[in-house]
């Protein structure tokens, strides 16, 4: 699990379709250090703050639960891989930091990006490396 802050960057090419942040509805409470906030209004969306993605063959991804005020993007930007695009949090309905990417295939349908035992299709990564000591594909 990565930690509160690390970056998130962009995994493929695309055009920033929406922004979501509930950042004007938080305000410390505190020194902005410890991240002790406050809450003034209603958050709508179980995802906290993210981004989502169109991709030119037509698939979406999305990147939730980013940090506060970290968002790099813009609706209607056109972004690259490799590009920063926000920090790892725990904003929304989440227990934990950590990054809630996924794709979607014809706007509705969840698609696992890697492939594998839990997987059997192919993988949407050029290269998917090992993860703790599973096997890659490469």
């Known amino acids: 699990m990565a930690g509160q802050g690390s970056a998130i960057i962009v995994g493929d090419g695309g055009q920033v ?33 993210y981004v989502k993605l169109k991709h030119q063959d037509g698939k979406l991804t999305y990147y939730a639960h980013l940090q506060i ?45 890697f492939t594998g035992q839990c997987h059997g299709g192919s993988s949407f990564w050029v290269q998917q490396g090992s993860y703790l000591g599973r096997p890659g594909t490469q």
């Open 17 to 49: 379709v929406t922004v979501t942040t509930f950042d004007e509805l938080v305000q410390y409470v505190s020194a902005p250090e410890l991240y002790v906030i406050q809450i003034s209004g209603t958050i709508t969306s179980s995802d906290g703050n």
């Open 69 to 113: 005020w970290s968002i790099k993007v813009a609706k209607g930007q056109s972004v690259s891989c490799g590009q920063h695009l926000g920090n790892v949090a725990s904003s929304g309905n989440s227990t934990g930091n950590h990054l809630h990417f996924e794709v979607r295939v014809n706007g509705t349908v969840k698609t696992d990006p």
